[in-house]
């Protein structure tokens, strides 16, 4: 008796690409651009956001905010540099930006937020604007 398989040609291709790494290839920590993590808290009246900065200065950190939309830039530096008996053996630099945006539920009050950077750590408490908040319509 003759074994006789069904070739399908839509097999699954996500058994062809298992295991394989989308991210790029890093050799050390050092060429690894920082992330940027986020905690967002709410209350009534504000909205408290802590964002994890590493390595950035004050003056290089940017927040927009238009409406509910918020976003936080900052430019990292970071640089090392062994030296041995007064001259460079080894030396590293990364240069690069971070960059995080997202929409909260309600609109802020541009002018009465409040910005602090310490530690690495960005907070802003960013007050919500009086009627800002959602609108229910009544079906008549």
């Known amino acids: 008796m003759a074994n006789i398989t069904r070739f399908d040609p839509f097999f699954d291709l996500d058994d062809l ?7 790029p290839l890093r050799r ?6 920082p992330r940027m993590k986020l905690e967002v808290q709410e209350d ?3 909205y408290t ?4 900065v590493p390595g950035a200065k004050k003056d290089d950190i940017k927040v927009t905010i238009d409406g ?3 976003s936080i830039s900052a430019e990292i530096k970071r640089e090392s540099e062994k030296k041995e008996k007064g ?3 080894h030396s590293e630099r990364y240069y690069g930006k971070v960059y995080r945006s997202f929409s909260l539920d309600s609109a802020v009050d541009e002018g009465k937020g409040s910005a ?7 907070e802003l408490v960013l007050p919500k604007k009086n009627g800002g908040g959602p609108t229910k319509l009544r079906v008549s």
């Not at 050390?28 to 651009?33: F, I, P, Q, R, T």
């Not at 956001?49 to 994890?52: D, F, P, R």
């Not at 602090?116 to 960005?122: A, T």
């Open 44 to 46: 009534d009246e504000a």
């Open 17 to 23: 690409f298992r295991g394989l790494r989308l991210a």
């Open 116 to 122: 602090s950077y310490k530690d690495g750590l960005l």
């Open 87 to 89: 001259r460079v053996v």
């Open 49 to 52: 956001i802590h964002a994890e």
């Open 68 to 70: 509910n939309q918020v």
């Open 28 to 33: 050390g920590e050092e060429d690894v651009a």
